[in-house]
């Protein structure tokens, strides 16, 4: 089941909902059914060195090296 992102045009409120395609959605603030689905943005992976350097760091921390090379993993 997909997440959509929805607007009330009943009370102006903006959520998002995991919908079967056949459900018709309520707005979880005021029960309405004048809703329009709306566009979702894609959140794109980090690939910054600063993310990439915390999520090591915190990987390591945690005990786990999944996100390190083999070769980096000796080292470690």
């Known amino acids: 089941m997909p997440i959509f992102d929805y607007h009330c045009c009943d009370c102006d409120a903006d959520f998002e909902l995991l919908v ?3 459900t018709i959605p309520n ?3 005021c029960g309405g059914q004048h809703l329009e689905k709306q ?3 894609v959140a794109v992976p980090g690939r910054s060195a600063g993310l990439i350097a915390r999520g090591r760091a915190q990987a390591a921390k945690e005990g786990h090296l999944s ?3 083999p070769a980096e993993r ?3």
């Open 39 to 41: 566009l979702s943005r």
């Open 20 to 22: 079967m395609s056949s």
């Open 27 to 29: 707005c979880p603030q």
């Open 67 to 69: 996100n390190f090379s």
């Open 74 to 76: 000796k080292s470690h």
